[in-house]
């Protein structure tokens, strides 16, 4: 009887270790890393004036108010890629042997698709496909901080159709609704408590659908001012899974055949967002523009997380996350009538502070740098190219200990993010 408690014990450790570990791994990426970055030309200005610029067909999935303002219909595609550079540096409290496990970061391909159909001088339609996030990180098997995760991986792919209206001279509305596809990907090393030479694993995939909207409004006080306005909704994913579990230690696996073929529910909601966005033509040639935003992951940190066993469990989860902020600047010149160069700034707040971060979220204050630059071919076609240096900071932790994980503790001498693309503008 006494055994049978102690197994009992141990297999609601288990069972809480393994759910917390799979929570924490859900939001890790998504986490600080809900991308503006899609490839359209506000790439160039680090998204400076995005919901107000109204310029190309990429407003559609911007703010969908600013497709009035469009003269024409309108195609643009983009296509490019997230080059990121992500180095750890092991701190002294680190009790796991193992490296820094050399450049985590993995390319990822961005890019987008947008347009815009003028059904009437006062109405026009549009449709967006894009991705709001996209990371995938490496750190190898022999990376000091291998029981928390060794490969995560979560991409996302978004069709948001759109309608906006010209109300007046001064006022346009526009409305979406979106449908989106991730996937999320999870690998780590699992410790076999010295019981046995070589690390067992751990790994998942799961796939979900979530549907969500997007509303804006775009104001004009006056002819060289435009003020933009827009609401992004939550989107609801749900994922599902059965951990695969390897070369497990004699009491790990005995554990495991306790617990059977749990299937773990995690839940996950990609924040709500606002965004207000000014421009101001300040000559002919000359614009400035500039946001201020708001994204709730207050809300995205507090979660339930379910265990489908022969008894339904339920663990809440709080991974104490604050709003964010975004602040950010830019402009745009026109040189001679075909070319017209972009740059901008852009801050953006941590998700999550020193003493609460975990390995899986390497993302700290953000800082955008953009550049970009535009060619107007004819009066139908333009094309664009723009480059925008992302550094996610130090993110530094305290030391940590997970459960047969041992202490954690160091911060990334190296965290940058690149995207590059190109893109071209189609007018007909």
Not at 43 to 55: D, K, P, Q, V
Not at 114 to 122: A, G, H, N, Q
């Amino acid at each position: 009887m006494n055994d049978l408690r102690v197994f009992s014990r141990i297999r609601r450790t288990l069972c809480l270790a393994t759910v917390i570990l799979l929570a924490l791994v859900t939001s890790a990426r998504a986490a600080g890393l809900l991308l503006y970055e899609t490839g359209a030309p506000d790439l160039g200005t680090a998204s400076a004036g995005r919901a107000a610029m109204a310029g190309d067909a990429s407003t559609a999935a911007a703010n969908p108010a600013g497709m009035t303002q469009l003269d024409r219909s309108q195609l643009l595609t983009a296509s490019g890629a997230l080059l990121p550079f992500t180095n750890f540096d092991v701190a002294s409290q680190t009790t796991t042997s193992g490296g820094g496990g050399g450049n985590a970061g993995v390319f990822s391909p961005i890019g987008g698709f947008f347009y815009v159909y003028r059904l009437s001088e006062k109405l026009r339609l549009g449709v967006a496909l894009d991705s709001n996030f996209a990371f995938t990180g490496n750190y190898g098997k022999t990376w000091v901080g291998r029981y928390y995760v060794t490969y995560e991986s979560i991409l996302s792919g978004t069709v948001n159709p759109s309608v906006a209206y010209e109300v007046n001279d001064w006022l346009s509305v526009g409305a979406g609704v979106s449908f989106s596809v991730a996937r999320l990907k999870f690998q780590s090393k699992v410790n076999n408590a010295l019981l046995r030479a070589q690390d067992g694993g751990l790994a998942f995939e799961s796939w979900d659908e979530a549907f969500g909207g997007n509303a804006g409004i775009l104001l004009k006080p006056i002819a060289k001012l435009r003020i933009g306005l827009t609401y992004q909704s939550p989107e609801d994913y749900k994922f599902g899974f059965r951990p695969h579990l390897t070369n497990l230690g004699p009491i790990l696996n005995r554990i495991r055949n306790r617990i059977g073929g749990s299937k773990i529910n995690i839940p996950m909601e990609v924040p709500q967002q606002v965004m207000l966005s000014g421009l101001y033509e300040v000559t002919p040639y000359w614009s400035l523009m500039g946001n201020v935003g708001w994204q709730n992951w207050s809300a995205f940190g507090e979660f339930p997380v379910g265990i489908s066993t022969a008894k339904q469990r339920t663990v809440e989860a709080n991974l104490h996350f604050s709003d964010t902020c975004q602040i950010a600047i830019g402009q745009q010149l026109r040189i001679g009538e075909k070319w017209l160069s972009s740059a901008g700034f852009a801050y953006d707040s941590s998700t999550v502070s020193k003493s609460n971060r975990l390995p899986t979220l390497p993302i700290d204050r953000q800082l955008r740098y953009g550049t970009g630059i535009q060619y107007q071919i004819n009066s139908d076609i333009t094309a664009g190219a723009a480059w925008e240096f992302m550094d996610a900071g130090p993110a530094p932790y305290a030391a940590r200990r997970g459960p047969l994980a041992g202490t954690l503790q160091g911060h990334y001498s190296t965290n940058y993010l690149n995207f590059v693309a190109l893109n071209i503008i189609w007018k007909f």
